[in-house]
């Protein structure tokens, strides 16, 4: 099925099917938008404030048909939106009220009513209670809100139908209505509680609920490079919702109600010391009036389906390499990619640079780009290069990294573990009203992660070892191992 795109072989295994893929895109440009597909139109979700700072940023040169909808809790980023939108219409800003504590109790304890009317299957535990513990004092205005609290207050507004409700109805009302294929983009960053906190609720209730999952939906997330404890139940939440194996085992448990959102797939933006990405992440996102968003999101899902089930309409599934590194740099930075956050020795199929600009100095960027590319990462093709006319950047996608990837995963493992139980709860969100806490044990299911909080046998069918990030513990020993090999007979497999 792999040659079904006229590749011309001549390497020197016949069978290596998946390098004749990978030439495919850089050498036949499969993923490029051909005269059937297309115009585009980019819908916005920003959460928290580095959220919003992208909708800001892309109002100041918006593509035609752009919508967006900001959410926060704290109205300061949103007042930057709404100044930039000035009469633009279809941008809209809400602002998550903190609730009374009482009234905050209330509706927790209503939850599995919600549950229950949103999700038929939904199991009604007896042993429900709210997640947040009952002397928790709710942050003041300015103050830090976490995962935990965050995803309290948003998901006691929106099933209340308050105004988050209504905008999220009319936002993608107005996606559905555009006369353009649309693409919807979710920005947010891992090292923001409010904007992580939200985004595993927030993504399915508009990709799977409001949207019925036809548009694409897309996640970016500004990805912190120094390590934090909160940071690890952050990426391993994400990692469990996009890893299609480790999702399948959430779905195992909770339905598939908890299938991943992000139906188009999931930039990683490195942060950058010193350094503010947004502006680069809203010209890759408006670059072409979505036309390179689109192409290098039809790249991406090229190399995630395999070659043996390739048809043009299959949606690819994404692995435990679901990290896409996004990086966005004036023509004159080119030469640098700095400091991504990656692992020594990061290697990928497939790297490819998108120049936008004219003259010497997009020559000149185009020239300096490649090789920044090998500087941070091993390829099997060359680095794809391509030039365009446009506002002056360079954005560079290396596609297909694990968590394990990212320098900052094992440091933050390091920093979460000897947390205290209180404080390990309020930095996850995803599965807390489900009485999980993912990057915890079973409490009944030997190996297997997520602790009940409730004490009973809520839990998720993934491997603890596979959160942590360590190795799975193989049945039989590398004794029984060597044995098989030997006699080439089986054995019964230990303990």
């Known amino acids: 099925m792999s040659d079904d795109h006229g590749h011309g072989h001549g390497h020197d295994d016949p069978h290596d099917t998946t390098l004749a ?68 219409p279809g941008i809209v800003t809400v602002d998550l009220p903190i609730p009374s504590r009482a009234g905050l109790s209330a509706s927790l ?25 009952g002397d928790l004092a709710l942050p003041g205005p300015g103050e830090l809100v976490p995962r935990a609290v965050a995803k309290a207050i948003y998901n006691c ?15 993608a009302a107005g996606v559905l209505a555009s006369d353009k294929t649309p693409v919807v983009v979710i920005p947010f960053s891992l090292g923001d509680s409010i904007g992580s906190g939200l985004v595993v609720d927030i993504a399915r209730h508009l990709s799977s609920i409001k949207l019925g999952r036809r548009p694409w939906v897309v996640g970016v997330g500004i990805t912190p490079t120094t390590p934090s404890a909160e940071f690890f139940p952050v990426i391993n939440e994400l990692d469990c919702m996009i890893d299609t194996p480790k999702n399948q085992g959430v779905m195992a448990v909770w339905g598939d109600l908890y299938k991943n959102p992000f139906t188009g797939g999931f930039f990683a933006v490195p942060e950058a010391p010193g350094a503010d990405v947004v502006p680069g992440v809203a010209k890759f996102l408006s670059a072409g009036g979505g036309k390179d968003l689109y192409e290098s999101l039809k790249a991406l899902n090229w190399l995630a389906v395999p070659g043996d089930q390739w048809h043009p309409a299959i949606r690819g599934e994404q692995s435990d390499k679901w990290l896409n590194i996004l990086a966005v740099s004036t023509l004159d ?48 093709v060359d ?3 391509k030039t365009a006319a446009g506002a002056d ?47 915890e044990p079973s ?46 007979a089986g054995v019964a497999a230990s303990g």
Request: hydrophobic share 45%; charged share 20%; aromatic share 10%.
């Open 21 to 88: 893929r990978i030439e495919a895109l850089s050498k036949e440009n499969v993923h490029h938008a051909g005269d059937h597909e297309g115009p585009f139109s980019l819908h916005v979700l920003g959460l928290g404030a580095p959220g919003a700072a992208v909708v800001a940023e892309m109002l100041k040169d918006a593509p035609e048909g752009f919508t967006a909808l900001a959410v926060n809790i704290g109205d300061g980023p949103l007042a930057a939106v709404r100044a930039a939108a000035g009469e633009t």
């Open 109 to 133: 304890n209503r939850y599995r009513e919600f549950l229950k009317m949103e999700y038929p299957r939904y199991y009604w535990n007896p042993n429900y209670e709210p997640w947040l513990p």
């Open 157 to 171: 507004e929106y099933y209340q139908n308050q105004e988050i409700t209504t905008a999220m109805e009319a936002f």
């Open 333 to 380: 930075d080119a030469g640098t990619l700095g400091d991504l956050g990656l692992v020594k020795g990061f290697s990928t199929e497939y790297a490819e640079a998108r120049v936008f600009g004219s003259g010497e100095a997009a020559a000149a960027a185009a020239e300096a780009v490649a090789g920044a590319i090998g500087e941070v990462a091993t390829t099997r």
């Open 383 to 385: 680095p794809v290069v």
């Open 393 to 439: 950047f360079v954005s560079v996608v290396l596609p297909r990294a694990t968590k394990l990837d990212l320098e900052a995963f094992v440091p933050s493992r390091d920093l979460y573990d000897p947390l205290e139980w209180d404080d390990k709860l309020l930095l996850h969100s995803w599965i807390l009203d489900l009485g999980v806490m993912l990057c």
């Open 443 to 488: 409490i009944r299911f030997d190996g297997m992660g997520g602790e009940c909080i409730w004490g009973c046998a809520c839990w998720v069918v993934v491997p603890h070892a596979a959160i942590r990030g360590e190795s799975v513990a193989s049945p039989i020993t590398d004794a029984e191992v060597a044995a098989i090999a030997t006699s080439g």
